[in-house]
């Protein structure tokens, strides 16, 4: 796991960018990533966002590690970027993708999440959870496998 601000050596990440990395092996880093992305959007965020807000960030960070970690046989990216007035969160990994997942996808295969036919069901709410508590969400096909799921938060920057 890379810890915030920590690079690699010899990476060239720009200034502001912190990245963290999942391992498939070790599902306890999951609530631990949450942690440190939730600690950093925290010490960044204005001082008049409310917790309702936080929470929010909290259900789709928690959604998209939960995701990334379930769905994807090796390791996974995550990364929090702040360059405009919201946060930036990536979702990177080496899964299949969504093209398994056509009841996701429109006929342009852009991603619409929506609410699963089954009321009942356990799984099938967490992108639609996402899509709804974010400003927006996009899917990125990664030319080597895989995708990276990019939402922006309704939180704002301290000024």
């Known amino acids: 796991m890379t810890t915030p601000g920590a690079r690699a050596p010899g990476s060239r990440e720009p200034e502001g960018i912190l990245s963290w990395t999942l391992d498939a092996e070790d599902a306890a880093m999951v609530p631990r990533v949450r942690r440190l992305v939730m600690a950093a959007l925290r010490s960044r965020a204005a001082d008049d966002c409310d917790e309702a ?3 929010a960030a909290e259900v789709v960070v928690a959604e998209l590690l939960n995701n990334t970690f379930a769905h994807t046989p090796g390791p996974a990216w995550i990364a929090l970027s702040w360059d405009g007035p919201h946060p930036l969160v990536s979702a990177a990994d080496l899964g299949p993708g ?3 997942r056509p009841e996701l996808l ?3 295969s852009r991603l619409v999440p929506s609410l699963p036919e089954d009321a009942l069901s ?12 974010t400003h927006d ?3 990125t096909p990664r030319p080597t496998g ?5 939402v922006t938060l309704r939180l ?3 000024r």
Request: hydrophobic content about 40%; aromatic content about 10%; overall charge negative.
């Open 53 to 55: 807000e936080f929470d």
């Open 98 to 100: 969504f093209g398994d």
């Open 106 to 108: 429109d006929e342009q």
């Open 122 to 133: 356990e799984h099938g709410r967490g992108l639609y959870l996402v899509a709804e508590l």
């Open 137 to 139: 969400l996009v899917v």
């Open 146 to 150: 895989g995708s990276v799921v990019s």
């Open 156 to 158: 704002h920057r301290r």
